[in-house]
Structure formats: structure tokens, C-alpha cells
């Protein structure tokens, strides 16, 4: 049974910085793309930021470009490393998995998503 366990949510003062982890299990292909999504209450779910399996082109949101980074550690694990934080990043943070992504932002791409971890930043 394929898994995405999230982590290193949490509540933090705008400025401040967070982590956050997804790892993915019990899948054998070896290609997964995967992604961070956030949705924040009464909002759509929406694409912040996506990698291939092979930490090629990483596409981010024009929202967190030059504050939000997402990395890959190995095949299966990846980070959103969260800078210089924001109200309005306030959200519950998905990651996501798909086999054939072709448009990453399309929440119908993907395969797999998490149980997501909320982040909260204060003002």
C-alpha cells in the first residue's frame, strides 16, 4: 500500500522558517514525481511547488519564488525548505506523488497525496 507521511508542521512568527518532509513507501516504481500543494480554508488546493524523480526542472509558484526551496534527498523522500514566512502561507501543506505528471500544478495528475500537516504563521 503505497503511503505519504508528512512532517514538520507547525505555528511560527512571520519572518521565521520551517521544514517541511514527505516520505513516500510501498511503491516499486522507481520515477515518481512528486509535489507540495497547499490549501488554505474556504480556498482551492493549489500548487507550490513540484520535482521529478530525478531532481531535474523544479517548477515553484510565483507566490514563494525566491523564499519557499523543495528538494530531494532520494527517490523517495522530499523537503520544503519555507523561508521568510508569511500570513497568507498559513495552510494545511499536502505532498503529493503521481507516475505521469504532465501539468504539476493539475491536482488530477497525481496519484497519491498525504494526510497534509498545517503551518501557521503569526503576525
Known amino acids: 500500500q503505497v503511503q505519504l507521511v508528512e512532517s514538520g508542521g507547525g505555528s511560527v512568527q512571520a519572518g521565521g522558517s520551517l521544514t517541511l518532509s514527505c516520505s513516500l513507501s510501498?511503491?516499486?516504481?522507481?520515477?515518481?514525481?512528486m509535489a507540495w500543494f497547499r490549501q488554505s480554508p474556504g480556498q482551492e488546493r493549489e500548487g507550490v511547488a513540484g520535482?521529478?524523480?530525478?531532481?531535474?526542472?523544479k517548477p515553484i509558484a510565483d507566490s514563494v519564488r525566491g523564499r519557499f526551496t523543495i528538494s530531494r534527498d532520494n527517490k523517495n523522500t522530499i523537503f520544503l525548505l519555507m523561508n521568510n514566512l508569511k500570513p497568507e502561507d498559513t495552510a494545511i501543506y499536502y505532498c503529493?506523488?503521481?507516475?505521469?505528471?504532465?501539468?504539476?500544478?493539475?491536482?488530477?495528475?497525481?496519484?497519491?497525496w498525504g494526510q497534509g500537516t498545517q503551518v501557521t504563521v503569526n503576525s
Open positions: 520535482i521529478p524523480y530525478d531532481g531535474g526542472y
Open positions: 503529493a506523488a503521481g507516475r505521469y505528471v504532465a501539468d504539476w500544478t493539475r491536482i488530477g495528475e497525481y496519484d497519491y
Open positions: 510501498g511503491s516499486s516504481y522507481s520515477r515518481m514525481y
